[in-house]
T-cell receptor
């Protein structure tokens, strides 16, 4: 298995809702990432987990809450989002934080719309 | 710290014409270099990478990139583009010696192939 699987592919939520994005990989990668990507912009790093511990938080608002239940799973819990949080949310994984010999493997993303 | 500059935000080119997407990097240490491609509404896919050895690396779909240490560049080229090559292309750099620094992405170049 050489994929990163993200669910759901599309999500519409109201500003008072609570929802979660899920990411799964079975490549034995020990680093996992959440990125946010606005239209026609590069991905912006949000969080990095290394060996299931949060190692980098890029000053992301607390309405985004990451969780890494085990080495294969990464969640992003969403609460009280704003319309400007609408974006493509990408999950990625790699052998190590720097990417090593293989770079990062990305999922296909969750298209989030906040209404 | 590493940084990546993609000099062109948009590159329009006619079908079957050659194309070069430029990437320059800055780093105080040895680096790994990557090109990723993103098709509309999808995640990023690894196109090719330079780790060491031959400075010319190739992808399976006809793209190639050449690592030039003296010019700190890793430009992406294709001798004859197809409509299906229309996408966003991201150059990325990582620290060759490991550590805890994630991949650094450029701002991207949008390649538009015109029929």
């Amino acid at each position: 298995d050489t994929e990163v699987t993200q669910t759901p592919k599309h999500l519409v939520m109201g500003m008072t809702n609570k929802k979660s994005l899920k990411c799964e990989q079975h490549m034995g990668h020990r680093a996992m990432y959440w990125y946010k990507q606005k239209a026609k912009k590069p991905p912006e790093l949000m969080f990095v987990y290394s060996y299931e511990k949060l190692s980098i938080n890029e000053s992301v608002p607390s309405r985004f809450s990451p969780e890494c239940p085990n080495s294969s799973l990464l969640n992003l819990h969403l609460h009280a989002l704003q319309p400007e949080d609408s974006a493509l949310y990408l999950c990625a994984s790699s052998q190590g934080v720097t990417g090593g010999n293989y770079g990062y493997t990305f999922g296909s993303g969750t298209r989030l719309t906040v209404v | 710290a590493q940084s990546v500059t993609q000099l062109d935000s948009q590159v329009p080119v006619f079908e079957e014409a050659p194309v070069e997407l430029r990437c320059n990097y800055s780093s105080s240490v040895s680096v790994y270099l990557f090109w990723y491609v993103q098709y509309p509404n999808q995640g990023l896919q690894l196109l090719l990478k330079y780790l060491s050895g031959s400075t010319l690396v190739e992808s399976i779909n006809g793209f190639e990139a050449e690592f030039n240490k003296s010019q700190t560049s890793f430009h992406l080229r294709k001798p004859s583009v197809h409509i299906s090559d229309t996408a966003e292309y991201f150059c990325a750099v990582s620290d060759h010696f490991g550590g805890n620094t994630p991949l650094v992405f450029g701002k991207g170049t949008r390649l538009s192939v015109i029929a």
